[in-house]
């Protein structure tokens, strides 16, 4: 998979970069497995902005992907599809039963291939096994932190993690953050590489592709009314902001910590800040 360039005809077509999409089969989704998407951007019944830097961009639907195939079965991949609600490729598959699924798909997978999932599937990209199965070493995506909960981790594309080790129920995970973390041995992943992996090399470009991806523009703080945010207001001068700086909603940030869940602190092995304990 690679980057097309565009025709130098504007200054933003000089900066545009955008995909090939050779990857995909088919142009046409699944009805059956679309959903409505509600536009959540917008104001409240007070008039307030309870989404920020939301709003417009072309309509889409909704993909149903399902993160907790069915165990000890067999699937065939039947297509390649674009997702707009998300950077990595899904895959359109098909179980022995006929039933038909959305899952996130792999740099492997091929229309036409076959997968397999369940603790005796075999350790080939794309199976998706229980971690007790997979030998260390392996990457892995679409990793469960609770065992038949689904895919809840690694998810997004070009991502992968690493098994570094099994010990005592627990498996040791290397994220693609840095962080290293323990997950049970009998929760499920997948094996292989999220797909689509030069999507963190397309540039934008231009400020009407943002906005028809329904992204609006954002400001900075002190540019704005006092009523909108703590650093807005003043006489117009060009000032610092006078203390310690804060979100819209008053909280501090910019370094600040704001990580609180605690309850899971005790399966971080190694933090992704500089290898401490967070």
Known sequence: MSIKAYRPTTPAQRQ????????????????????????????NNAGRITVRHRGGGVKRHYRILTYKLPADSKFEIMEIEYDPNRSARI????????TYYYVIADGSMRKGNTFETGKDAAVETSNRLPIENIPVGTFIYAIELTPGRGAQIVRSAGTKAQLMAKENGYATIKLPSGEMRKVLVNCEASIGVVGNEQHQNIKIGSAGRRRRKGIRPTVRGVVMNATDHPHGGGDGGRHGTGKAPRTPWGQLTLGYRTRHNKKTNKMIVRSRHEGKRK
């Open 16 to 43: 545009k970069t955008t995909q090939d999409f050779d990857q995909i089969t088919t142009r046409k989704p699944m009805k059956s497995l679309l959903a409505s998407k509600k536009q959540m951007a917008g104001k």
């Open 91 to 98: 895959a359109r598959v098909k179980d022995q039963n006929g």
